[in-house]
T-cell receptor
């Protein structure tokens, strides 16, 4: 597709459940980023991939959060044992590489934990 | 680590008024600077960016920003706003060589009234 695609656009889950959020980057972009945006805040960095490997996961809040990008294209953010505090918009971005280039964002997945 | 401050959280202007949104960052090294915009119901889009060179940068839709290194500032300006500029504006930085991961400010919600 022409832009970064994220699915689902909305996800409601019960506390304690497991969720997966998917990101399909712009074709050919080797760098992929996950951010989390809570209400009234700017996006906060979670993790980024250069190719298949996680180059920096310093923003992941705890070990309930995990992300993969097995073939260097689509990425999945996985959250185990969800908590109400995980409710936020999860944003994915991609860029041609991880040097000084523009990042292109998807529409985000709004996660609500009830 | 970097941090970004946006001083105005909510701004209301009448059409044709001039706009200036403040952005200051904190970081000991060299950064790239960005302004992103999020129109209602849409994804984050790049408005303009500064990597190097002329500190006055021009972006889309008549926006411009000036990088003042001595003040660690990158304020966004537009001489005459339109109703269609109603959106949320985010200032962001990344550290050169830091993998392109962005640190965002908390955002400024701009409402332009007819």
């Amino acid at each position: 597709g022409a832009g970064v695609s994220q699915t689902p656009s909305n996800k409601v889950t019960e506390k304690g459940k497991y969720v997966e959020l998917r990101c399909d980057p712009i074709s050919g972009h080797t760098a992929l980023y996950w951010y989390r945006q809570s209400l009234g805040q700017g996006p906060e960095f979670l993790i980024y991939f250069q190719g298949t490997g996680a180059a920096d996961d310093s923003g992941l809040p705890n070990d309930r959060f995990f992300a993969v990008r097995p073939e260097g294209s689509v990425s999945t953010l996985k959250i185990q044992r969800t908590e109400r505090g995980d409710s936020a918009v999860y944003l994915c971005a991609s860029s041609p590489d991880d040097r000084d280039t523009e990042a292109f964002f998807g529409q985000g997945t709004r996660l609500t934990v009830v | 680590a970097q941090s970004v401050s946006q001083h105005n959280h909510h701004v209301i202007l009448s059409e044709a008024a001039s706009l200036e949104l403040g952005c200051n960052y904190s970081y000991g090294g060299t950064v790239n600077l960005f302004w992103y915009v999020q129109y209602p119901g849409q994804h984050l889009q790049l408005l303009l960016k500064y990597f190097s060179g002329d500190p006055l940068v021009k972006g889309i839709k008549g926006f411009e920003a000036e990088f003042i290194k001595s003040k660690f500032s990158f304020n966004l300006r537009k001489p005459s706003v339109q109703w269609s500029d109603t959106a949320e504006y985010f200032c962001a930085v990344n550290a050169i060589g830091g993998g392109n991961k962005l640190t965002f400010g908390t955002g400024t919600q701009l409402k332009v009234e007819l």
